[in-house]
């Protein structure tokens, strides 16, 4: 009940419940290709190892629904979602790695975009 899989499934639970949002699993990393063993890297901001250290894509990413008024009226737009879930009790510490997530969700916020870390909340 403190794992970070346990605080996401609890994310995963009430986002479906939320009516207009939808979330999926972002997974990130580098494989060997089986052909010719070649990294391949996939996730979002994973085109380089550079671009990975630096920013950091989120756990889960999706999008929120929107109506627009009124100059847009009656037309929905997606807002992207984005969540980055820690075990219950994280707290923020400044490595690296939380650095280079944050640099991820101020990127996201800076766009319109709505990013957060989060220990198993969702809103």
């Known amino acids: ?3 970070e899989a346990y605080a996401q499934s609890l994310v995963r639970l009430a986002a479906a419940r939320t009516p207009g949002v939808w979330l999926t699993r972002n997974n990130v990393g580098v ?3 089986p052909d010719n063993g070649r ?3 996939f996730g979002l901001a994973n085109e380089s190892a550079a671009q990975n ?3 950091k894509s989120a756990d889960l ?3 929120r629904t929107v109506l627009i008024t009124p100059v847009m009226v009656g037309q929905r737009v997606a807002v992207f979602l984005s969540r980055e ?3 219950p009790g994280w707290a923020y ?3 690296d790695r939380e650095r280079a997530q944050a640099a991820w969700r101020d990127l996201v916020r800076a ?3 709505d990013a957060e870390f989060t220990t198993g909340e969702f809103e």
């Open 111 to 113: 766009a319109g975009g």
């Open 93 to 95: 510490r400044g490595t």
């Open 39 to 41: 990294p391949v890297r």
């Open 1 to 3: 009940m403190t794992s």
């Open 61 to 63: 990413i999706g999008w």
């Open 53 to 55: 250290a630096a920013l």
């Open 31 to 33: 494989l060997p290709h």
């Open 85 to 87: 879930v820690k075990a």
